[in-house]
């Protein structure tokens, strides 16, 4: 618990680095001045969960996520560079506010999809909205065959979480991500099937194509059968044109919500660190209206 209060404490003394707020895009709609504030985050995921950022009309996103095995395995692993986990995903721009996503994990040999709809956007003047708003709803299902006694509902698990985010200045963006995972199957009976967790993200923009990231989930009730963690992660976005690489050290294995928030086993305050990278390049298959 005392590392839990700490991880917040730390996130939340990111927000003395608050600057002034700046005007970023104005929009002239007759005699109407709106001011709309730039993309919070450069990539569609922080770290391991996601960010307000959605595709534009027509976008698609390649996404490969790699997880290496913990640092501290020391060099007969080569500091976890050994071991790995992957995610390969795709996610669209329906509209501009409206994107669908699947991707396959090997852990768990887990395939998940989700859809994520921006219903506000950060903006000031005539019409002010103080910060952006996404709902994410994904599902997954493992089909590593330890569990072929199951049914495919009964594999299955929902995560659904709303993402908040603030953009002050041109550097600093602060998130919040409260969700919950629903679980077909527990472990045992003694376990939750709905998990809930307060998720906090940071991102401070160093140069035009670099920034600092960060992401903490604290579970209010996580599975009692298991001894899990929660996850935290440091990083830095690298922009190149259509590529955004991401460079992280982590505690989480998989790199989905239901993976992250419920299965992950190493204590990143015990030093169960996993370095790690997220790719994605944009591809523009559909026209501008």
Known sequence: ??????????????????????????????????????????????????????????????????????????????????????????????????????????????YDGYVKWKFLRQKSGAKNTPVSMVWLSSVAIPTVRIQEELTTAQRMSFTHQLLISRKFGQRVTLQLMPGMVHLNTVPEKRDPNDIFYLGAAYRIKVTPSLALTGEYYYRFNPLQSVQTYDVVGIGVDIETGGHVFQLHFTNSRPTYEKG??????DNFWDGDIRFGFNISRTFQIGRWE
């Open 1 to 110: 618990m005392t590392n839990s209060i700490f991880a917040m404490i730390l996130f939340m003394s990111v927000s003395r680095l608050v600057v002034a707020q700046d005007l970023i895009v104005k929009e002239i709609n007759q005699n109407e001045s709106v001011i709309v504030y730039a993309k919070a985050f450069k990539g569609t995921h922080v770290i391991n969960g996601h960010s307000t950022k959605t595709k534009a009309k027509g976008e698609l996103d390649f996404l490969i996520y790699h997880r290496f095995g913990p640092v501290n395995d020391g060099i007969y692993q080569l500091f976890g560079l050994d071991q790995a986990n992957m995610r390969i995903g795709f996610e669209y721009g329906l509209t501009g506010w409206l994107d669908l996503g699947i991707g396959r994990s090997t852990y768990e040999k887990n």
């Open 260 to 265: 992250f928030i419920t299965d992950t086993t």
